[in-house]
């Protein structure tokens, strides 16, 4: 199993309130994701990471922020929860290297009430 | 719009038969396809990839196929087992590496 913890694994919160989702790896790896799978939609990327301090918006970024202060951690944040962004995020990891595919964490299932 | 569907939701089939999985794309800068299994509560594992230069590439029971032309993938696994019983996705990148997700099909073995 690639070394990927996301915590919490679950969270239920309020609408309004800031959330903050962890994603940790022990893989030294340079790019790291966020994903968020709903119904009907596969996964989609939120925000991704190419290094440390080095992140970019990906196809669903709106009322998301990342931060990558080290290597090992990229920090997902609802800034002001809303109900829309109840789902189950995915964190992933992928080493450099062309044909190298990204390994996903157990996800973490956030409800908002 | 979907770049990258996959137009069937599930998917049933007997152990021991051949499973297919589709997949189309409408992207034609996509030069790399993946195949990831998910179990229930768990995260998408890896399965197999293809590059855009190859047409076929196998791993064990699990093969892909790549039509450029038709922009579809499909994954064949033989012989089905109960075990291969998830959600399977197919994903599509271009050179900056971002993968584009299909919705998933529901693939059920039965005994």
């Known amino acids: 199993d690639a070394g990927i913890t996301q915590s919490p694994r679950h969270k239920v919160t309020e609408t309004g309130t800031p959330v903050t989702l962890r994603c940790h790896q022990t893989e030294n790896h340079r790019y790291m994701y966020w994903y968020r799978q709903d119904p009907g939609h596969g996964l989609r990327l939120i925000h991704y990471s190419y290094g440390v301090k080095d992140t970019d918006k990906g196809e669903v970024s709106d009322g998301y922020s990342v931060s990558r202060s080290k290597t090992e951690d990229f920090l997902l944040t609802l800034e002001s929860a809303t109900s829309s962004q109840t789902s189950v995020y995915f964190c992933?990891?992928?080493?450099?290297?062309?044909?190298?595919?990204?390994?996903f964490g157990d996800g973490t299932r956030l409800s908002i009430l | 719009d979907q770049q990258v569907k996959q137009n069937s939701p599930s998917l049933s089939v007997q152990e021991g038969r051949i499973s297919i999985l589709n997949c189309d794309y409408t992207?034609?800068?996509?030069?790399?396809f993946l195949w990831y299994k998910k179990y229930p509560a768990e995260g998408p594992t890896f399965l197999i990839s293809i590059s855009s230069i190859k047409d076929k590439n196998e791993d064990g029971r699990f093969t892909v196929f790549l039509n450029k032309s038709a922009k579809h993938l499909s994954l064949h696994i033989v012989p089905s087992q109960p075990g291969d019983s998830a959600v399977y996705f197919c994903a599509a990148s271009g050179s900056a590496r971002q993968l584009t997700f299909g919705s998933g099909t529901q693939l059920t073995v039965l005994p």
């Open positions: 992207n034609s800068m996509f030069d790399y």
């Open positions: 992933a990891i992928r080493d450099t290297g062309s044909g190298q595919p990204q390994h």
